[in-house]
């Protein structure tokens, strides 16, 4: 992953899950600056994010106030572009329906994690809660194995 300009988090309709994993990244140490956003599969038109997420989000001293849903697009790609998928089915989606679909991984697969994340939709806000909870985790590994790599590629 050694020049990596731009980490994008999938996930349905980038409502939830996606922008939460993106905000919880972006709250996170990196070595070197990368963008980090979210997108989503199936975007209609833009949506704000989902109130149960956003109260986590707050809860959490995170805030998400002025985001809107984007459709993941062809331009997402490239050599040094991370898409993060919450899993096997939105990485297969996006593995299917985009022909330059490239460095798509779902966040466990990433971290050497098992499992997927789960997505919270419908359920109570303790589900956010969890749901949010998995990502932090998942998050700081991801963020303590893209800082090894930076400083591995220093020495």
Known sequence: ?????Q???VCANDTCRGPMAAEIM?????HSPVKICSRGLVVLFPEPL????????????IMLDKHESVQLREADFGE???????DLQAKEKIIEEFEGAQNVYVLNE?????????????????????????LNKLITKLVK????????CLK
Do not use: W
């Open 1 to 5: 992953m050694n020049g990596l300009n």
């Open 7 to 9: 980490i994008i988090f």
């Open 26 to 30: 972006k709250s996170k140490f990196l």
């Open 50 to 61: 989902n109130q149960k997420a956003e109260a986590v989000m707050i809860r959490n001293g």
């Open 80 to 86: 040094d572009h991370l898409i993060i998928t919450m």
């Open 110 to 134: 990433v971290v050497g994690e098992e499992g997927e994340v789960p997505n919270p939709y419908g359920g109570p806000l303790t589900d956010y809660g969890k749901c949010y909870d998995i």
């Open 145 to 152: 194995k893209l800082n090894k790599e930076e400083l591995e």
